[in-house]
């Protein structure tokens, strides 16, 4: 097992194309060939946690908050970050993040805030645009079953919670083979007809040279026809935050004082008691603020998340709760969704789960 195994197990579940442009995931450090003795999984990295690491001897470090986010001049161990990019590399060990990338799905981040506190129907509460496209292709009828199965098969065809979604019309495509050609049918420089189905499948960005390659090599054709469209529709499954319902409705200082249970939080930052039961809620890991809008216009009853400015409260205008957890509370049981998404696969593979303290915040 190397590194490189590791990272694409992650990234099935959060391409690194999901990424939002200032980010920083994927391996930071280390040779993606190397092999692994163990894994150890923490939200962030500090010397302690490489310590850790080398301490269990673990010569993988997973983690959700990337150790290098901004461009290093110089590695000269001057700050933090220098002297852990050192050790790291002194020690063999490599360092992998995924960060905005696992936010940005709905098995990520804020789904498992979701699933902790027991929201059913939940659902992207702000969707991405501009993440998905179109692939129309030609194809003889008697291959169409096979092209499409290949295209199913490399991820297209998936909307909402449905899969292999395609849609077909039959027609006449016509075409002349000049004589470089060696055409699947028909003749040299004679104008041939044959009777085609016309086949239209979604794909995520990230997967269009994935599906284009499985279409060219199932299609019979000598040289495909097809046609790639960017589409403008919203991408439900992927996106920012999460919002969901509870099944029994709660009482506001229930619900906030099951919240400091869950996430074992000392205090909850919160806007005005409105006096209403809580059944709709919207929540985003890490800093949300920026996502309030889309709770309110959600018709959420409470919005969960982290990093709320002293201005961001008045914003809430007694529309709905605002409660701040924290952010290193909101992220903290990532470590529990990359320890899931190692161990389904190599069930018997050594993971573990850092036990070192790296929030940098304390209440008294």
């Known amino acids: 097992m190397n590194v490189k195994s590791i990272c694409e197990l992650i990234e099935e579940v959060a391409p690194l194309s999901l990424q939002e442009s200032y980010d920083n995931a994927g391996l930071l450090v280390g040779d993606s060939?190397?092999?692994?003795?163990?894994?150890?999984?923490?939200?962030?990295?500090?010397?302690?946690?490489?310590?850790?690491?080398?301490?269990?001897?673990?010569?993988?470090?997973?983690?959700?908050?990337p150790l290098i986010f901004s461009g290093l001049k110089k590695i000269v161990g001057q700050n933090e970050v220098q002297k852990c990019v050192i050790k790291a590399i002194k020690n063999d060990v490599a360092i992998y993040?995924?960060?905005?990338?696992?936010?940005?799905?709905?098995a990520g981040v804020s789904g498992k805030i979701a699933e902790k506190i027991g929201l059913e129907n939940v659902n992207i509460l702000q969707p991405k645009d501009h993440s998905l496209m179109k692939l129309i292709t030609y194809v003889p009828r008697l291959h169409s079953y096979a092209v499409r199965e290949a295209m199913f098969n490399a991820g297209a065809g998936h909307i909402g919670n449905y899969e292999n979604c395609s849609f077909n019309i039959e027609g006449l495509g016509t075409f002349k083979a000049n004589e470089k050609a060696q055409p699947f049918v028909g003749n040299i420089n004679e104008l041939h007809s044959e009777a085609e189905v016309k086949i239209e499948v979604i794909l995520p960005e990230y997967l269009k040279f994935k599906v284009l390659q499985a279409m060219l090599k199932s299609h019979p054709y000598e040289e495909p026809a097809y046609d790639i469209i960017a589409l403008e529709n919203q991408w439900n499954q992927v996106g920012a935050g999460v919002i969901g319902d509870l099944e029994n409705p709660e009482d506001e200082f229930v619900f906030l004082n099951r919240l400091k249970t869950i996430f074992n939080v000392p205090t909850i930052k919160h806007t005005v008691i409105l006096g209403k039961k809580i059944k709709r809620?919207?929540?985003?890991?890490?800093?949300?603020?920026?996502?309030?809008?889309d709770a309110i216009e959600a018709k959420a009853d409470i919005y969960v998340s982290g990093d709320f400015k002293y201005h961001d409260f008045f914003e809430a205008e007694k529309r709905i709760l605002i409660a701040d957890i924290g952010h290193f509370e909101s992220e903290q049981f990532?470590?529990?969704?990359?320890?899931?998404?190692?161990?389904?696969?190599?069930?018997?593979?050594?993971?573990?789960?850092?036990?070192?303290?790296?929030n940098p915040i304390n209440y008294l």
């Open 97 to 106: 993040a995924a960060h905005t990338n696992i936010d940005n799905v709905l």
């Open 334 to 358: 990532t470590k529990d969704i990359f320890y899931e998404i190692i161990t389904k696969k190599m069930p018997t593979f050594a993971v573990q789960i850092s036990d070192s303290k790296t």
């Open 33 to 65: 060939q190397m092999e692994i003795t163990s894994v150890l999984i923490c939200i962030d990295v500090t010397e302690e946690v490489i310590d850790e690491a080398i301490s269990k001897k673990c010569n993988l470090i997973v983690s959700h908050h």
């Open 281 to 293: 809620v919207a929540l985003c890991g890490g800093s949300g603020s920026s996502f309030l809008k």
